[in-house]
């Protein structure tokens, strides 16, 4: 069975890889690492993403563990026979949906929902979800502690010197660590977030032009961002072509007391994508990517053997994958678009 469709190049894949290393590199920056001339990498960047084949977004840096300015929550959806395609349409344009996809099992739809607060959640649930005409039930599991984000899949095309080299062109971390959750960005970091949300590569004078301020200011609260965890640079290709196409969320049992070593386990797994502590009768979900559904079986296995007293209680796979990280996939697989993560309903204030 092949693990990848062709759309995408051997070179196309480096220059992802070397796009998930330094999202905002140059192009002039990246050609002295890989080899083809800076002009040859932008139209080989332009010809991906205009067709939907890859693409390099953010997603606000609030939604990482610990922060108070976002209350996110993985969502199960019953639908009435025959409404799924519509429901998981009317859910892809909600801009604190970030994820939507079609899954087996007892729920036919699982979404990732951030919201300011729980009393915006409630509300999202009763007054949006429950008024759709194709919801049956849902079930709501709040994220308690999110272990790792959800973070592209690593295409491993890069050699270790270029990716030693492509790392350091990417931005310097902070000298000390941040010393406290983050708290909500104010109304100009917001605007800067969601204007990087399409295209993390748009450049500073554009974005000081979609924010209202100076290129100095922009490029100011940009380096900020970047260097406190403010931003969560996201650059990936669509997951037919990834090599690992296969959603899988496994739903799991473990000792209180065990969770954070644990999460820490499974986290190392390849494969493994996000893994959040979360409420109701199953206390950590994990989400991955797989090569083909036929390796289910051997991963879970693997979260097994990773945590002391580990027990799974249900996996489900995707069917297809409606929305990821705010971007909108069609039903062949490619991006369509993207909905702004728009977290704190700036732009309905505008």
């Not at 192009?27 to 890989?34: N, S, T, Y």
């Not at 959640?121 to 308690?144: E, I, K, S």
């Not at 969770?259 to 994990?286: D, I, K, M, Y």
């Amino acid at each position: 069975m092949r693990t990848r469709e062709s759309a995408i190049s051997e070179a196309d894949l480096t220059l992802i890889h070397a796009l998930q290393l330094a999202p905002r590199a140059t192009w002039a920056q990246l050609a002295e690492v890989l080899g083809p001339a800076a002009d040859t990498l932008a139209r080989r960047w332009a010809r991906l993403t205009e067709r939907g084949h890859a693409w390099s977004g953010v997603l606000p840096g609030a939604l990482t563990a610990g922060s108070p300015a976002v209350t996110s929550a993985w969502i199960r959806i019953e639908c009435a026979a025959g409404t799924v395609p519509a429901t998981a349409a009317a859910l892809t344009t909600d801009p604190g949906t970030l994820t939507v996809q079609h899954v087996t099992g007892v729920a036919d739809l699982v979404a990732y929902v951030a919201a300011p607060d729980p009393a915006a959640l409630d509300a999202y649930v009763v007054n949006r979800l429950h008024q759709l005409p194709g919801v049956r039930a849902t079930r709501t599991h709040v994220v308690t502690a999110l272990y790792i984000p959800a973070t592209p899949t690593r295409l491993d095309q890069l050699t270790p010197r270029q990716a030693r080299a492509v790392r350091e062109l990417g931005p310097r971390p902070a000298r000390t660590a941040r010393a406290a959750p983050l708290t909500t960005p104010d109304p100009v970091d917001q605007r800067l977030l969601l204007a990087l949300a399409e295209d993390a590569r748009t450049g500073v004078a554009t974005l000081a032009q979609r924010i209202g301020a100076s290129e100095s200011t922009a490029r100011r609260r940009l380096a900020r961002l970047t260097a406190t965890d403010g931003v969560l640079f996201r650059t990936e290709p669509a997951p037919r072509h990834s090599g690992r196409p296969v959603w899988a969320l496994i739903c799991a049992d473990v000792p209180p007391d065990q969770l954070v070593p644990v999460a820490a386990a499974v986290s190392r797994l390849r494969g493994t994508r996000t893994v959040t502590a979360v409420t109701g009768p199953h206390n950590l979900f994990v989400c991955a990517w797989l090569n083909r559904v036929e390796e289910l079986p051997g991963y879970t296995e693997k979260l097994v053997r990773a945590g002391t007293g580990l027990r799974i209680a249900d996996t489900k796979v995707s069917l297809r994958a409606h929305k990821l990280g705010a971007h909108v996939i069609g039903p062949d697989g490619r991006r369509e678009g993207v909905v702004p993560p728009d977290i704190w309903g700036i732009s309905s204030r505008a």
